[in-house]
């Protein structure tokens, strides 16, 4: 009789942490890529694919036009929705070139640095003398990231990320996301 209360208790608690697990998702809604500096860049298409109602992916192409480029900095910055975006938690400046060539310990920085690596060609140092490219970059990857390495609340967010060249802004893109 002892063995049946027991077994019963290993399926009751079993249950009752599937049934309150929660699962968060990560959903791009919108993606925007503005170029300030129409001589210096131009981006060639920057949109977000909804292939099915599970499968998004954003695919953007900056044609640079003053080559080489050997001095980088981004700025990224999370905003939530609440009445507008305002500023949430992160605002990060960085050295690219000196980044790549030894990545800072940094988790923030870590993090965007990972949302990105797989699916563009910004992954070596500087000089670029080529187009910057970001491939098919599905959410499934940032969701991960989102929900389970770097937990953020439920809401609509936006990452906004200002591309700046020789301490000059040059471009700034957009990834709207919900997080349910």
């Given at each position: ?64 036009l003053k ?99 020789y301490d ?13």
């Amino acid at each position: 009789m002892a063995i049946k209360p027991s077994l019963f208790f290993v399926f009751l608690i079993y249950f009752t942490y599937y049934f309150t697990e929660v699962y968060s998702l990560v959903e791009f809604t919108n993606v925007q890529c503005e170029s300030l500096d129409k001589d210096f860049a131009l981006f060639e298409y920057c949109f977000l694919k909804s292939v099915n109602r599970s499968y998004k992916y954003v695919s953007l192409k900056v044609k640079l036009l003053k080559l080489p480029v050997t001095k980088v900095k981004v700025n990224f910055a999370v905003y939530k929705r609440v009445n507008g975006y305002l500023p949430f938690l992160y605002n990060i400046t960085l050295d690219a070139c000196r980044f790549l060539k030894s990545p800072n310990p940094n988790p923030i920085v870590l993090f965007f640095y990972n949302i990105f690596k797989d699916y563009s060609n910004i992954n070596h140092t500087c000089p670029y003398n080529h187009d910057i490219v970001l491939d098919k970059m599905p959410y499934h990857n940032v969701n991960n990231l989102l929900t389970k390495i770097l937990p953020f609340p439920e809401g609509n967010y936006m990452l906004e990320g200002h591309w700046i060249a020789y301490d000059i802004d040059r471009a700034i893109t957009k990834f709207y996301w919900s997080l349910t």
